[in-house]
């Protein structure tokens, strides 16, 4: 959904811009494009060095488009599923721990499976897990939107090359020789209009595309600390073996009246 959406963004401002120019090939210009991603991804790699960024990247489009939408609901189902096979000692808990498509869930299980901590220190050690995870990623998020200063200034200087080209060119030079005449306006204003492509792509990729990517990340790396957080304490409630009722409610204090579980639905 996080790329379909994306997609119709970038159609709808493509349509946009198609639709107030006369003719949209002007919005092409591949060398001031070139020049605006190749200085963010310099400035990346100067400020973040390059095996940070050929991991990061992937891990970046892995979260923005892989990850599933975080439901509290759908956790405090699953957590009170866990907690009733933990209490009755089910042989398929194993196999259920195994199913879980969370991660996090998956890893805060096992540790509690195999016992090696404390009932009474399991919560802190998944908490502090939970806040590395968070940490890390509202981190990945701002040095992303770091990338918009970059590309600005990339297209900032696409543009000076781009008019000092022009002004620079023989005829308009000329022109502004001895004789002092003026070029006509019209013979030079379509190649400056050009030039200035540059600084279009830097602040239309510095604040349409890696802001926004930015926020995505920071929001999705708030839910998964948000839900992380429920399964911390559910984990900890089950290793206390307190009785199903006590847990589900005390899971649902997370979630809105709307989407409080039932713990005979759980």
Same mark, same amino acid.
């Given at each position: 959904?996080?790329?379909?959406?994306?997609?119709?963004?970038?159609?709808?401002?493509? %349509?946009?811009?198609?639709?107030?120019?006369?003719? #949209?090939?002007? +919005?092409?210009? *591949?060398?001031?494009? =070139?020049? &605006?991603? /190749?200085?963010?991804?310099?400035?990346?790699?100067?400020?973040?060095?390059?095996?940070?960024?050929?991991?990061?990247?992937?891990?970046?489009?892995?979260?923005?488009?892989?990850?599933?939408?975080?439901?509290?609901?759908?956790?405090?189902?699953?957590?009170?599923?866990?907690?009733?096979?933990?209490?009755?000692?089910?042989?398929?808990?194993?196999?259920?721990?195994?199913?879980?498509?969370?991660?996090?869930?998956?890893?805060?299980?096992?540790?509690?499976?195999?016992?090696?901590?404390?009932?009474?220190?399991?919560?802190?050690?998944?908490?502090?897990?939970?806040? %590395?995870?968070?940490?890390?990623?509202?981190?990945? #998020?701002?040095? +992303?939107?770091? *990338?918009?200063?970059? =590309?600005? &200034?990339? /297209?900032?200087?696409?543009?000076?090359?781009?008019?000092?080209?022009?002004?620079?060119?023989?005829?308009?030079?000329?022109?502004?020789?001895?004789?002092?005449?003026?070029?006509?306006?019209?013979?030079?204003?379509?190649?400056?209009?050009?030039?200035?492509?540059?600084?279009?792509?830097?602040?239309?990729?510095?604040?349409?595309?890696?802001?926004?990517?930015?926020?995505?990340?920071?929001?999705?790396?708030?839910?998964?600390?948000?839900?992380?957080?429920?399964?911390?304490?559910?984990?900890?409630?089950?290793?206390?073996?307190?009785?199903?009722?006590?847990?589900?409610?005390?899971?649902?204090?997370?979630?809105?009246?709307?989407?409080?579980?039932?713990?005979?639905?759980?």
């Amino acid at each position: 959904m996080n790329f379909l959406s994306i997609l119709a963004g970038f159609a709808l401002l493509y %349509w946009g811009a198609w639709v107030s120019v006369e003719d #949209a090939t002007m +919005l092409w210009n *591949l060398k001031a494009f =070139a020049m &605006v991603v /190749g200085g963010a991804f310099v400035g990346a790699v100067i400020s973040y060095r390059l095996p940070f960024v050929t991991t990061f990247l992937p891990a970046m489009m892995a979260r923005l488009f892989v990850r599933r939408h975080t439901s509290g609901r759908k956790t405090v189902e699953e957590l009170s599923k866990f907690n009733e096979a933990f209490r009755s000692r089910s042989m398929v808990l194993g196999e259920m721990v195994n199913k879980s498509r969370d991660p996090f869930m998956r890893e805060s299980m096992t540790l509690l499976l195999e016992g090696i901590i404390p009932p009474d220190k399991i919560q802190n050690v998944l908490l502090t897990r939970a806040q %590395w995870l968070y940490d890390r990623e509202l981190r990945e #998020a701002r040095q +992303l939107r770091s *990338l918009a200063r970059y =590309a600005f &200034v990339a /297209g900032l200087v696409a543009t000076i090359v781009g008019t000092m080209h022009v002004f620079l060119n023989p005829p308009f030079f000329e022109a502004w020789g001895p004789s002092f005449r003026l070029t006509p306006v019209f013979t030079w204003m379509p190649a400056l209009s050009t030039a200035f492509m540059g600084l279009v792509y830097g602040v239309g990729l510095g604040h349409l595309v890696f802001h926004p990517l930015s926020e995505n990340l920071r929001t999705v790396a708030e839910e998964a600390f948000q839900k992380n957080q429920v399964i911390a304490h559910g984990v900890a409630l089950m290793s206390q073996h307190i009785n199903p009722l006590h847990f589900t409610e005390e899971l649902n204090s997370y979630l809105s009246p709307l989407e409080r579980v039932e713990w005979k639905a759980a």
